[in-house]
């Protein structure tokens, strides 16, 4: 009998994989704002792409550092010019598990603002159609609209806390940037009064993105 167990080991094991077993890999998209074309608005001695470009990369280094099995991909590269509905067609084919539109303005008042923006067309509902296989671009948000909800909402809760900005709304908008995608998607956006003040919101949003991961996918956070 005992033989019998250890033949039958010996044959069937290799056919179970253990990648079942691994966590999911969590792919965050990090869209910053403008390209080649659109340089953005004007932040004192420099563009908007520029900064937004920035904070991608150092936002894309400190999620890798802090948290396991995750994956973050920036829709484009310097000098890239991009065509309307590129950014959600690429993240439609990736199928992503989150979006975040990456977006900075020159700030005039005394301290900085910061706004969350998720995606509602004209006429403002939440409802899937009962026919998703012929849902409209425009529509697509719909696919995962209470995800993109619950996310929005968890997101808001940890930068509310923060007293080195102003938290000021999380609204339900047409924003353009946001348009066709069907994971959940939402768009950061920080006034800065000097260029270089973008560095410190990475660790914010780094540690606001903590609730919408799985458990089993969080490292130690460090907070850096």
Known sequence: MQIKKILFFLIFL????????????????????????????????????????????????????????????LTCVPGETLEFLQNANFANRLDVDFYLSIHFYKETDMRPKLFLYHYLNEPFYIQLPSNISFIKYNNAHLININKTLEYSNKIKQSLETHNQFDFKYLLGIPFKPLVGIKAPAIALEVGLKNSNDYKNFVVPVMLALQPILNPHNY????GR
Do not use: C, W
């Open 219 to 222: 490292a130690h956070i460090t």
């Open 14 to 73: 290799p056919l179970f994989s253990f990648d079942y077993y691994k966590p999911k890999t969590f792919t965050i998209m990090l869209d910053p704002a403008g390209d080649a074309k659109d340089a953005g608005r004007t932040l004192n001695d420099s563009f908007e792409r520029g900064i937004t470009v920035q904070f991608a990369q150092e936002l894309k280094k400190s999620i890798e550092s802090n948290y396991q099995n995750i994956r973050v991909v």
